[in-house]
């Protein structure tokens, strides 16, 4: 009886490592994932042209310099 114990423990360990390893690489894809998003956002954020940034620069093209 002593080997179908062995079996089975090595059966559970290889379940239980394999559930733990999975655990691991989806948390560290989800904070891969939420830094590229705060780095997006940030990028966005940094980049963005209000109306009146836009418009300043429409009125130095086109206006002659004084």
């Known amino acids: ?4 114990e062995v079996v089975f423990a090595t059966v559970v360990m ?3 490592a394999a559930a733990v ?4 690489v989806y948390a560290i894809t989800w904070e ?3 830094i590229r998003r705060v780095l997006a956002n940030h990028r966005q954020a940094t980049g963005r042209l209000t109306d ?5 620069q429409q009125r130095a ?3 002659p310099p004084k």
Do not use: S
């Open 14 to 16: 290889v379940l239980a």
């Open 21 to 24: 390893v999975g655990a691991l």
């Open 61 to 63: 093209l086109t206006e």
């Open 52 to 56: 009146e940034d836009f418009w300043r």
């Open 1 to 4: 009886m002593g080997r179908l």
């Open 32 to 34: 891969v994932a939420a």
